[in-house]
């Protein structure tokens, strides 16, 4: 009885001690058909300068299987400074348009590379502005409305803003060709500024405020005093029709 209890333990530790070789088992791989892949920004794609991105690729067989590797370093076209390392971080890049390269040097030696290009960075409200202006003139005795075109932009950083209106009125007989130059700044979506009558080479700042959202939709309102003569109350509505700005 002794005999056999001590072969049925052996027994035991041998089909223990397979069952471990299969599970330390190593698959090798082919690392000469190896390719890296950028899948994330993508070229010609938008990052937001508030939000930054997520950065990823992979190394991939031939059979388009991803592989277990970490070891790739990225580069920027623009910022010198900005070397990450890793298949998959998150990260934010200066201002400008990057072309990003990630690299990777492959355990049997060989080196590959990806690149992608046209990768814009700047802010969320960043963008050309196009929409209308309304304009309400009011005196003591009549009041009259006009309505025009206006344009302006936000700079790559989000937080300045210019640009221009015009609405013609026409008020007892005085026709007034009413140029409004737009100068204010935008503080994560609050705008504040003014915008200022050009009346007849005069400029009378009206104050400005309102709201610009990252999606590009932005609205405000402005009032204030012409000379003691009426009052003036105003809005703007406009829509961004491009990240692309001036150069």
């Known amino acids: 009885m002794l005999i056999l209890a001590l072969l049925a333990c052996g027994n035991d530790y041998l089909v223990l001690e397979s069952e471990t070789a299969e599970e330390i088992e190593e698959v090798e791989v082919d690392w000469s058909q190896a390719e890296l892949v ?9 990052v937001s ?5 997520t950065f990823k690729a992979h190394l991939e067989n031939a059979e388009g ?12 076209s623009v910022a010198s400074d900005w070397n990450p390392t890793g298949s998959e971080f998150e990260d934010t890049l200066p201002i400008g348009v990057h072309d990003l390269k990630a690299k990777a040097l492959l355990p049997n030696g060989d080196r590959v590379s990806y690149t992608v290009g046209g990768v814009l960075v700047q802010s969320a409200y960043a963008g ?3 929409g209308n202006v309304v304009v309400d003139l009011i005196t003591d005795q009549l009041s009259t409305a006009c309505s025009g075109a206006a344009t302006l932009t936000i700079d790559a950083t989000g937080e300045v803003v210019d640009g221009s209106a015009n ?3 026409s008020i007892q007989g005085i026709d007034i060709d009413g140029e409004y130059l737009i100068g204010a700044e935008n503080d994560a979506g609050d705008l504040e500024g003014d915008i200022a009558l050009d009346l007849f080479g005069f400029e009378v700042p009206l104050a400005l405020d309102g709201q610009v959202s990252e999606d590009g939709e932005l609205s405000a309102s402005f009032d204030g005093d012409l000379a003691g003569f009426a009052a003036v109350e105003g809005e703007l509505v406009m829509t961004r ?6 150069q």
Do not use: H, M, N, Q
Request: glycine letters at 2%.
């Open 241 to 246: 029709i491009s990240r692309d700005l001036p």
């Open 167 to 169: 609405c013609f009125l």
């Open 38 to 46: 950028i899948t994330s920004p993508v070229s010609a794609s938008f």
């Open 49 to 53: 300068l508030e939000d930054g991105t």
């Open 65 to 76: 299987e991803v592989l277990d590797f970490d070891e790739i370093t990225w580069k920027s």
């Open 128 to 130: 050309i502005y196009t």
